[in-house]
């Protein structure tokens, strides 16, 4: 069975960094399409950022400019750097693999 494992959330203050990580398990991962997803509380989770198996990205809007996904297929690892951190960023993130595979999610939270 496949897990995906997420590490690197904490807590930031606004304007500050983080960068995310996602392990994920077996010999398939360099044909994922793997994703961040958020979900804050009393909110709908909604997709942050995708990356293909060749590394085409796309991002929700917000997103642009502050956050960079990337993949080590060597690592079956997918990364989100996060920057400029704001604190409606706070939200649990979880990783994504091929739209239904899930990671159990790692804490964002921004405040000073």
């Known amino acids: 069975q496949v897990q995906l494992v997420e590490s690197g959330g904490g807590l930031v203050q606004p304007g500050g960094s983080l960068r995310l990580s996602c392990v994920v398990s077996?010999?398939?991962?360099?044909?994922?399409?793997m994703g961040w997803y958020r979900q804050a509380p009393g909110k709908q989770r909604e997709l942050v950022a995708r990356?293909?198996?060749?590394?085409?990205?796309n991002y929700a809007d917000s997103m642009l400019g502050r956050f960079t996904i990337s993949r080590d297929n060597a690592k079956n690892t997918v990364y989100l750097q996060m920057n400029s951190l704001k604190p409606e960023d706070t939200a649990v993130y979880y990783c994504?693999?091929?739209?239904?595979?899930w990671g159990q999610g790692t804490q964002v939270t921004v405040s000073s």
């Open positions: 990356i293909g198996s060749g590394g085409r990205t």
């Open positions: 994504n693999a091929e739209t239904y595979l």
């Open positions: 077996g010999s398939m991962f360099s044909i994922y399409v």
